[in-house]
């Protein structure tokens, strides 16, 4: 059974969306630039050491594994996604995080609102609220981008409302 069959038997899909965080640098981007630190924090301490400072050293090679592990880091966080589907029956919004198993929320298309701050601000998120619950949708994604996809989401709600 795929990701789209339960939807197809609750009629048509009017927005099939997936958001995804934006896209770290390439591997290979990232290892050319982790190497040319190292070689500069390398030629760094060889200066401190002759100068008699060699206690420098060991927080010259701690900055390259920090920044070695924020790259890791950011790269497994590009992973994680929210697939957002509308039919006249459903919103399901299914949550797969970097690890362990995708949740799936369903909300009934007629109830559920979208609250959206200024996209503006820093801080500004989307919301889907219903019945006393509320998820929040595209927190890693731009405000631009949130203020957008929110605006296709009100449109796909409002037309789920009225089909029939």
Same mark, same amino acid.
């Given at each position: 059974m795929?990701a789209?069959?339960?939807a197809?038997?609750?009629?048509?899909?009017?927005l099939?969306? !997936? $958001?995804r965080?934006?896209?770290p640098?390439?591997?290979? *981007?990232?290892? +050319?630039v /982790?190497?040319?630190? %190292?070689?500069?924090?390398l030629?760094?301490?060889?200066?401190?050491?002759?100068?008699?400072a060699?206690?420098?050293?060991?927080?010259?090679?701690?900055?390259?594994?920090?920044?070695?592990?924020?790259?890791?880091?950011? !790269? $497994?966080?590009?992973?994680?996604?929210?697939?957002?589907? *509308?039919?006249? +029956?459903? /919103?399901?919004?299914? %949550?797969?995080?970097?690890?362990?198993?995708?949740?799936?929320?369903?909300?009934?298309?007629y109830?559920?609102?979208?609250?959206?701050?200024?996209?503006?601000?820093?801080?500004?998120?989307?919301?889907?609220r219903?019945?006393?619950?509320?998820?929040?949708?595209?927190?890693?994604?731009?405000?631009?981008?949130?203020?957008?996809?929110?605006?296709a989401?009100k449109?796909?709600?409002?037309?789920?409302?009225?089909?029939?």
């Open positions: 795929t789209n069959e339960p197809q038997k609750d009629g048509p899909v009017l099939d969306a !997936t $958001l965080p934006s896209p640098l390439r591997p290979g *981007v990232l290892l +050319a /982790l190497g040319a630190v %190292a070689f500069i924090n030629c760094f301490a060889t200066w401190f050491i002759a100068h008699g060699w206690p420098v050293m060991p927080f010259m090679g701690l900055d390259i594994v920090l920044l070695a592990w924020a790259f890791r880091a950011s !790269t $497994l966080l590009a992973r994680r996604h929210e697939h957002v589907t *509308v039919t006249p +029956a459903a /919103l399901r919004i299914a %949550a797969h995080p970097v690890k362990g198993p995708a949740v799936e929320t369903v909300f009934n298309p109830w559920a609102r979208v609250d959206m701050k200024e996209p503006t601000e820093q801080g500004g998120n989307l919301l889907v219903s019945h006393g619950r509320a998820l929040e949708l595209g927190r890693f994604m731009a405000p631009s981008e949130r203020a957008s996809f929110g605006h989401l449109a796909a709600l409002n037309a789920a409302r009225n089909f029939r």
